[in-house]
């Protein structure tokens, strides 16, 4: 039998046949595949080069296109991230250079790239509310049906088109009810309508009733069979600055009293409330709410609004508190605080609100990654559309913000979305996370 002999890195105690030896020069195989990553690791460090593929560029529609390309991965090259953000390239397009960015979405989707295609369009939809109506056709032959957004600025034609096809297309009802209820007009609140009084034979085959589906867009049915809209406009960004690098310009932001502690104890983990934001009803983000204290304020338990609903109203002295209709949620008293880290008291200090408004629909595909706190605006849901109903007058409340809890927390996930009812002065909190 042939005597094994030790492998000759230090520290290394494995040993091997004298022909592994040969082969090797004395290593073992581990110690031999280590020491050539690390050997390639270092050349890849000594050669490894930025390049920067936005070298004198300015025309934003150029880098925006660079942006959505995918750059084959070489391990020698750092691609050089462009100074903006790519919302913020967006939302510097001119109209002749969103016309030129809609060209090249379809070219794209033309060429087979849908997906990119599509992104690109969605982008200038939420970002600029562009119309696509002389796109739409051409997307709904390709047998596009998503993102359901798209067809927001669908013309006449193409809705009672997409209304005859809800009747017949089985595979895309879903999809075509969805697209139907971002047209939203008069013609299709009416037909919704319809569709509630006598269902129809394929209704059946949904989940939940045709007119469910119009939550989705951000509007519900009345009971007398008008739309109302289920969130708050304008929508103002609520932002983070990072801190002494000369980039809080007041040019663009306001400071805004968010995240303070409260002085209420949330009655199912004993914790503090946290007021999520705290705003003068005179801003113009709430000139759409009728509120009868001179601040609005949203309050919340950050811990438990993770597992139900909380509502806050407010007493006779306009003072903010704990709702009696508050239901603990299954496995609320379980929770242990000590298990969450207590927020800090000046979360809030960095966060600003946007001097100026924007798209209400900026935010609402959160898969997108668009900026996503704000006041007003179309919630961007992390799940399904889930407005929740007031415990007083179980009429909807309408969003009027949302808290993107990655800004927050280092660590932090998730999603806090803030209600309003107006006739009860009710506030409500809920959470999503994917
Ligand atoms: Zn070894
Ligand atoms: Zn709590
Ligand atoms: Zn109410």
Same mark, same amino acid.
């Given at each position: &039998? ?18 592994? =030896? ?21 050349y890849?460090?000594a050669n ?7 070298e004198? &560029? ?7 296109k ?20 790519q919302?913020q390239?967006?939302?510097s ?5 969103q @016309? ?8 794209l ?7 990119t #295609? ?7 939809v939420?970002?600029?509310?562009i119309?696509?109506? =002389?796109?739409i ?30 009747? $017949?297309?089985?595979?895309n ?18 037909q919704f309508?319809q569709?509630?009084?006598s269902p ?5 085959q949904?989940?939940v009733?045709?007119?469910?589906? $119009? $939550?989705?867009a ?15 406009t304008?929508?103002? =960004? ?7 690098t000369?980039?809080d ?6 400071p /805004?009293?968010?995240l ?6 949330c ?14 009803v #005179?801003?113009?983000?709430?000139q ?10 949203? *309050? ?18 306009g ?12 496995g609320?008293?379980d929770?242990d605080?000590?298990?969450? @880290? ?5 979360a #809030?200090r ?5 001097? @100026? ?6 935010a !609402?595909?959160?898969a /997108?990654?668009?900026?996503?706190? *704000? ?14 109903n007031?415990?007083?007058? !179980? ?6 913000? *949302?808290?993107?809890w990655?800004?927050?927390e ?5 999603m ?9 002065? &009710?506030? @409500?909190?809920?959470?999503?996370? !994917?």
């Amino acid at each position: &039998m042939t005597e094994r002999i030790p492998c000759i890195r230090e520290g290394c105690a494995n040993t091997i046949l004298p022909a592994t =030896a040969v082969r090797t020069g004395g290593y073992c195989m581990p110690c031999k595949q280590e020491m050539e990553r690390e050997a390639q690791q270092k050349y890849i460090e000594a050669n490894r080069r930025n390049v920067n593929l936005y070298e004198g &560029m300015t025309d934003p529609v150029e880098i925006l296109k660079i942006m959505h390309t995918r750059q084959a991965h070489d391990p020698l090259i750092r691609y050089v991230p462009y100074e903006e953000s790519q919302e913020q390239v967006y939302l510097s397009l001119s109209m002749e250079q969103q @016309a030129l960015m809609i060209d090249y979405a379809m070219q794209l989707i033309r060429a087979g790239d849908d997906d990119t #295609g599509k992104d690109i369009l969605v982008y200038l939809v939420c970002y600029h509310d562009i119309s696509l109506s =002389a796109q739409i056709l051409e997307l709904l032959e390709r047998e596009i049906y998503y993102p359901v957004i798209l067809y927001k600025s669908a013309s006449a034609e193409v809705r009672d088109q997409l209304i005859q096809q809800v009747n $017949t297309d089985d595979e895309n009802r879903n999809n075509l009810l969805l697209m139907l209820a971002y047209i939203g007009d008069e013609v299709v609140v009416r037909q919704f309508q319809q569709w509630r009084q006598s269902p129809p034979h394929w209704a059946v085959q949904l989940h939940v009733a045709p007119e469910h589906h $119009t $939550t989705e867009a951000g509007w519900e049915l009345t009971n007398e069979g008008q739309r109302r809209d289920l969130f708050t406009t304008p929508s103002y =960004a609520l932002y983070k600055v990072i801190e002494n690098t000369g980039t809080d310009d007041t040019l663009i932001g306001d400071p /805004m009293s968010m995240l303070l502690p409260s002085a209420n104890n949330c009655k199912w983990c004993g914790r503090k409330l946290t007021t999520l934001i705290e705003l003068d009803v #005179g801003h113009p983000a709430l000139q759409d709410v009728a509120w009868n204290s001179e601040r609005l304020r949203v *309050q919340t338990c950050v811990i438990c609004s993770c597992y139900g609903v909380v509502y806050m109203e407010m007493d006779s002295a306009g003072e903010l508190c704990w709702s009696a209709h508050n239901v603990m949620p299954m496995g609320a008293d379980d929770l242990d605080p000590d298990d969450y @880290a207590q927020l800090a008291p000046d979360a #809030g200090r960095q966060f600003r609100i946007a001097i @100026a408004s924007r798209q209400a629909y900026h935010a !609402s595909e959160w898969a /997108m990654e668009p900026s996503l706190s *704000q006041i007003g605006g179309h919630p961007g849901w992390v799940q399904d559309a889930e407005y929740p109903n007031c415990p007083c007058c !179980s009429s909807r409340m309408r969003a009027v913000g *949302q808290l993107d809890w990655s800004e927050v927390e280092e660590y932090g996930d998730g999603m806090y979305y803030m209600f309003i009812c107006e006739p009860c002065q &009710m506030t @409500a909190v809920s959470y999503q996370q !994917s």
